[in-house]
């Protein structure tokens, strides 16, 4: 049974160390997703990559946040600095997307980041 | 651009009664539909999705949904509330006007009652 991971699923951190979160993607999936959810805010999409490409990040705060897949099986998400409005549960999904087709996008679990 | 709506952050509904979660769309091209569950602690699933075909829609524990074009509507139904039914629901649309994200709505809390 093909699953979504993420480590690591629970991070406390103090303001202003660097936070790095991991994915690693369904083998054979061709895009990965970063979200953030929170009460307030509910589900947000941070970043999009196609074939380890970026496509969209432009809900992603470019100051502090960068998102990468240095390669097909590993998606990383780091903030640095980290502040305390940053805590939240970040998902990462993947999917196979087929040109002008439907997909289905798989989480994972979720890290849980408490910023303190 | 694509985008959804779902109507009532919260819905609550006895053990056994109807489940009817609204979800509308809105899309100049024929659209990507899905409903996905977040269960406490747990990342979303898939429950059913639309593609093209057929427009009643089921999907896992007893949830289908229709899709509506002349209502733009893709409301997700299960006849009989379980306990076990209790979650978030969230209604989503591939943008396939742009990059081909998901367009997630901002989710619906169904709360079922003893």
């Known amino acids: 049974d093909a699953r979504v991971t993420q480590t690591p699923r629970h991070k406390v951190t103090e303001m202003g160390q660097e936070v790095t979160m991991r994915c690693q993607p369904i083998l054979g999936h061709n895009t990965v997703f970063w979200y953030r959810q929170t009460m307030m805010q509910g589900l947000e999409l941070l970043a999009y990559f196609r074939n380890r490409a970026p496509l969209d990040d432009s809900g992603m705060p470019k100051d502090r946040f960068s998102a990468e897949m240095p390669d097909a099986t590993l998606a990383t998400l780091k903030i640095q600095p980290s502040e305390p409005r940053d805590s939240a549960v970040y998902f990462c999904?993947?999917?196979?997307?087929?040109?002008?087709?439907?997909?289905?996008?798989?989480f994972g679990p979720g890290t849980r980041l408490t910023v303190t | 651009a694509q985008s959804v709506t779902q109507l009532g952050s919260h819905v609550s509904v006895s053990e056994g009664a109807l489940v009817l979660l609204r979800c509308n769309y809105s899309s100049s091209v024929p659209p990507y539909l899905f409903w996905y569950v977040q269960y406490p602690n747990q990342g979303l699933q898939l429950l059913l999705k639309?593609?093209?075909?057929?427009?009643l829609v089921k999907g896992i524990n007893g949830f289908e949904a229709e899709f509506k074009k002349s209502e733009t509507s893709f409301h997700l139904t299960k006849p009989s509330a379980h306990m076990s039914d209790a979650a978030e629901y969230f209604c989503?649309?591939?943008?396939?006007?742009?990059?081909?994200?998901?367009?997630f709505g901002t989710g619906t809390r169904l709360k079922v009652l003893a």
């Open positions: 989503a649309v591939i943008d396939t006007s742009g990059t081909y994200k998901y367009i």
């Open positions: 639309y593609t093209t075909g057929a427009t």
């Open positions: 999904a993947s999917g196979l997307a087929k040109t002008g087709g439907g997909y289905e996008q798989y």
